[in-house]
């Protein structure tokens, strides 16, 4: 089954811990993206990835790392999480020839 | 402005009837229009993709895309209570050294039974 997965959906931190939330998808897609989404604001976009090795700030980077060593896998990094990054997290995949794109299931990351 | 303005609602239609949503964009160059399925909690889920001018119709649904006026809608005919959701429109919009899909912030639709 076509899919794009995220882990964990559900996290429960403190101020100043790393943590990382893996994001992969098994339909080859080229481009990948993170976002976060808050009650009023929508869907921003946190970074995205045209490609392995290729990946560009979005709206609202600050805070968050990426990499994109593999082309399946797009961990989002958060070094020294604080309560403002509380939100709801979507990794989303597309290929490269068009933008309709596929989200995965969501995490849930509080941060106290 | 915003880069995809829609009406936040709620929007309360009753069973039966027909629900539209609307969206506006900036992006006079825009190709690619979107709409996305958001059930509270859940992820977004593509239900229609649009590039022509005029009307697309997939079962229930209809997107209707008018580029002069930059204007986008759905039409969702013999509404249900399972249709209760929030509606995301996306546009391609360009930006500074990307082009990217663009959200606008939604519109909640409630089906009254």
């Known amino acids: 089954e076509a899919q794009v997965t995220q882990n964990p959906r559900y996290l429960i931190t403190v101020t100043g811990k790393k943590l990382t939330v893996t994001c992969s998808q098994n339909?080859?897609?080229?481009?990948m993206s993170w976002y976060r989404q808050d009650p009023g604001l929508g869907l921003r976009q946190i970074y995205y990835?045209?490609?392995?090795?290729?990946?560009d700030k979005g709206d609202v980077p600050e805070g968050y790392k990426v990499s994109r060593k593999e082309k399946r896998n797009f961990p989002l990094i958060l070094e020294s999480p604080s309560p403002n990054q509380t939100s709801l997290y979507f990794c989303?995949?597309?290929?490269?020839?068009?933008?309709?794109?596929?989200f995965g299931p969501g995490t849930r990351l509080t941060v106290t | 402005q915003k880069e995809v303005e829609q009406n936040s609602g709620p929007l309360s239609v009753p069973e039966g009837a027909i629900a539209s949503l609307n969206c506006t964009y900036s992006?006079?160059?825009?190709?690619?229009f979107f709409w996305y399925r958001q059930y509270s909690g859940k992820s977004p889920e593509l239900i229609m993709s649009?590039?022509?001018?005029g009307d697309k119709e997939d079962g229930r649904f209809t997107a209707q895309l008018n580029k002069a006026s930059q204007y986008v809608s759905l039409l969702i005919r013999d509404s249900q209570p399972s249709d209760s959701a929030t509606y995301l429109c996306?546009?391609?919009?360009?930006?500074?050294?990307?082009?990217?899909?663009?959200f606008g912030t939604g519109t909640r639709l409630t089906i009254i039974p």
């Open positions: 989303a995949s597309r290929p490269g020839w068009s933008y309709e794109q596929y």
């Open positions: 339909m080859n897609h080229e481009y």
């Open positions: 990835s045209m490609n392995v090795e290729v990946t």
């Open positions: 992006d006079r160059v825009s190709q690619s």
């Open positions: 649009i590039y022509s001018n």
């Open positions: 996306a546009v391609n919009i360009r930006g500074f050294g990307n082009e990217k899909l663009t």
